[in-house]
């Protein structure tokens, strides 16, 4: 044994029962051929190629001019935890104090304190599928028992009020779903949510992670709905959101929960032994976004509905492709079963890893294979590029699958 292999055996169990992100190995497989020189088109990647307003980064310089280099208090700052309630009344139409407000570091940090809060081993959550790659993973990591359903492509991958009736049992605990989604960018509708919603209405033990990290990218004329903003649920919701997509804040780290006192309570005694409080110059930041003008993320959203368009436009003329229109966040997530089990010269295909695989090195052009987002037919391509990028990597795309046979 090597000595690598013989020390990765004295990892704790949890951590070698974990599987590495998805979304984060391909975009270092990427990295690593463009570092060889190769000209990679990198669509593997979740986050905006947008800068952040410039009214933000300024809030950021003043911080760090104003003297906040300290420890901010656990739960974030009075002032953004108050931006946030301020934030919540206004677009998600839910009530909350700066009491059950809890900041964290990304919206990331914020889900995997909730499942740690609530879930003892054994429970089990129910996820919509396809889900984001690392919901399964901190279930696990809290010995929870995830229990997948399937929103089928028909029904534009959402999950229906009666698939999440049949699989309610005694021990599910959580339900968790995005929407917009990542990988689908499917959204549910006001309605939808409603009917779900009534479901659980006669679960009283069963909590609602409601990930909404990309709300303001949002193409449907309808807009957002909050499930946070049903008098009957409202307790029983744990509302998850952050600056990262809406505000083109990636790497700022700020995510937050909105939630009963209890929870918020609960999130704040973990992250006070594991984290403390979030970086105090990126909080003083994000009291600019959730306070400041919203023209920046319109413009965005924009920006990423048009390229929507573009790239469902031109996956839609590859042969074999299906493809659902996105209503929301900056991905496109075609089915490309049809390619499986046949093969190139050098490669047989037979599942969307290997697809994603195969592309990457014969094309240049870096995707996420479904299989990590609870959907094996499809890949994900992040639509968060130029136009032309867009464009050449498609060209790419269709060029390599017409070498399958
Ligand atoms: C669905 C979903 N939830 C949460 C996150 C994490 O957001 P943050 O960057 O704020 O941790 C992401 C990031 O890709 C995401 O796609």
């Given at each position: ?53 410039a009214h933000i980064c300024e809030a950021a310089k003043k911080a760090i001019d104003d003297g906040f280099h300290g420890y ?293 052009v870096s995707t996420v294979a479904g299989s990590g987002f609870g959907a094996p037919n499809c890949i994900r391509i992040s ?23």
């Amino acid at each position: 044994m090597s000595a690598v292999a013989e020390q990765t055996t004295r990892l704790a169990d949890r951590i070698n029962a974990l599987e590495e992100s998805s979304t984060l190995a391909m975009t270092k497989m990427a990295r690593e051929l463009a570092a060889q020189g190769h000209k990679v088109i990198s669509l593997s990647v979740g986050e905006p190629d947008f800068k952040t307003p410039a009214h933000i980064c300024e809030a950021a310089k003043k911080a760090i001019d104003d003297g906040f280099h300290g420890y901010s208090p656990v739960a974030g700052y009075p002032d953004l935890r108050k931006a946030i309630a301020d934030k919540l009344k206004r677009d998600n139409n839910i009530d909350w104090k700066p009491e059950n407000i809890v900041v964290s570091t990304g919206a990331k940090h914020s889900l995997a304190n909730v499942i740690q809060v609530l879930i003892n081993p054994g429970d089990e959550v129910v996820i919509f599928a396809p889900y984001w790659v690392s919901y399964s993973e901190m279930v696990k990591l809290a010995e929870g028992k995830s229990v997948i359903l399937d929103g089928a492509f028909e029904n534009d991958f959402k999950v229906t009020a009666e698939q999440l009736e049949a699989a309610i049992t005694p021990r599910t605990r959580i339900v968790m779903y995005a929407s917009p989604n990542n990988p689908t960018g499917a959204v549910y509708s006001e309605k939808e949510l409603r009917e779900i919603a009534a479901v659980l209405e006669k679960h009283e033990d069963v909590y609602v992670l409601a990930d909404e990290i990309y709300e303001y990218i949002n193409f449907t004329d309808e807009g957002h709905f909050s499930i946070g903003s049903i008098p009957e649920l409202k307790d029983r919701v744990i509302t998850v959101n952050g600056v990262a997509k809406g505000y083109a804040m990636t790497g700022w780290r700020i995510g937050f929960i909105a939630a009963a006192k209890w929870i918020a309570e609960g999130v704040e005694k973990l992250q006070g032994q594991v984290t403390s409080g979030t970086n105090s110059i990126a909080q003083k930041a994000a009291v600019a976004a959730f306070n400041g003008p919203m023209e920046p993320s319109i413009e965005m959203t924009k920006a990423y509905q048009r390229r929507r368009d573009l790239v469902v436009g031109l996956l839609k003329d590859i042969p074999g492709f299906k493809v659902n229109v996105p209503q929301g966040a900056f991905y496109a997530f075609p089915d490309v079963s049809y390619y499986f089990g046949k093969s190139d010269d050098t490669t047989t295909i037979n599942n969307s890893d290997d697809f994603s695989n195969w592309l990457l090195n014969k094309s240049f052009v870096s995707t996420v294979a479904g299989s990590g987002f609870g959907a094996p037919n499809c890949i994900r391509i992040s639509t968060a590029a130029a136009d032309e990028a867009l464009v050449e990597a498609v060209g790419r795309i269709k060029s390599a699958v017409a070498t399958l046979k």
